[in-house]
């Protein structure tokens, strides 16, 4: 490929569009009063990818989406039943991909959208007292 010339932007008016979004949800729990506004929120974003992070397996954008989470928080803090510090959501079907630091990243293939294929990978660096 030449990188001197200008290429057409895949996209823009008259291309296919990809909306993502992300979000730091601060350890937010699914009875917590911020998720209702949480919610909310995502629905008025509506976008087609989300990278949550410090989230909860049950916040999620809505119904339609797929998601792959980072393992459990541990070693870092401890945690309740169903935070991580990753959580990747799509509305298209993804397949997980491994990471080297499967506590605080997460990726996933994405073989098909308005795109082509996406790899999405979502990190935390924790804050540390140590640093």
Known sequence: MDYT?????????????????????????PTDHRAIAIHRHMDRVDADIWF???????????????????EHNEPDRPSDVGERWVGLWSRYQMEP?????????????????????????????PWSTEW
């Open 5 to 29: 010339q200008p290429t057409e932007p895949r996209c823009g008016k008259g291309r296919s569009t990809l909306k993502i979004a992300n979000w730091n949800l601060e350890r937010v729990a």
């Open 52 to 70: 949550l992070t410090e989230t909860h397996e049950d916040v999620c954008p809505g119904d339609a989406f797929n998601h792959h989470f980072s």
């Open 97 to 125: 991909l491994a990471v080297s630091d499967e506590a605080r990243c997460a990726a996933a293939h994405i073989p098909a959208s308005p795109l082509g294929e996406i790899v999405l990978y979502g990190c935390v660096l």
